[in-house]
């Protein structure tokens, strides 16, 4: 029951960060701004994101590395299996920010690519 809900924490935050990006890219693209000032806009929003993402990561592995090494030996192991999930949470967040910003980019160039045509 346990590892269901787990899994199911994951999954949720994972749907949100996906979410997030994508309406933070939808209303950007909607609303009534010049090209540059948009990719301006999209970066700095890219960037903030990224900046937060590296520090969460950090934050969350120093402290699931100083519990690891407060806790008991039967209690280390645990503390090592929360720090592997956060780790893998991790790589997966940095994983979903690069897809993010691969899409950004190709949003950007075919918004760019729509103005030029018309």
Same mark, same amino acid.
């Given at each position: 029951?346990?590892?269901? /809900?787990?899994?199911?924490? !994951?999954?949720? #935050?994972? !749907?949100?960060? *996906?979410? !997030?990006? /994508?309406?933070? *890219?939808?209303?950007?693209?909607?609303?009534?701004?010049? !090209?540059?000032?948009?990719?301006?806009?999209?970066?700095?929003?890219?960037? =903030? #994101?990224?900046?937060?993402?590296?520090?969460?990561?950090?934050? /969350?592995?120093?402290?699931?590395?100083?519990?690891?090494?407060?806790?008991?030996?039967?209690?280390?192991?645990?503390?090592? =299996? /929360?720090?592997?999930?956060?780790?893998?949470?991790?790589?997966?967040?940095?994983?979903?920010?690069?897809?993010?910003?691969?899409?950004?980019?190709?949003? *950007?160039?075919?918004?760019?690519?729509?103005?030029?045509?018309?």
């Amino acid at each position: 029951m346990s590892e269901v /809900v787990e899994t199911n924490k !994951g999954g949720l #935050w994972l !749907g949100l960060m *996906i979410g !997030g990006a /994508v309406g933070a *890219i939808a209303s950007l693209l909607v609303a009534p701004k010049a !090209g540059s000032k948009l990719r301006q806009d999209l970066m700095s929003t890219y960037r =903030t #994101w990224q900046d937060k993402t590296k520090e969460l990561a950090s934050s /969350v592995s120093e402290s699931s590395k100083a519990l690891a090494e407060t806790l008991s030996d039967s209690s280390k192991a645990l503390a090592e =299996t /929360v720090s592997q999930k956060t780790e893998d949470l991790v790589d997966t967040a940095k994983e979903t920010a690069k897809e993010s910003q691969h899409r950004v980019t190709d949003s *950007i160039q075919a918004a760019k690519t729509t103005f030029q045509n018309n």
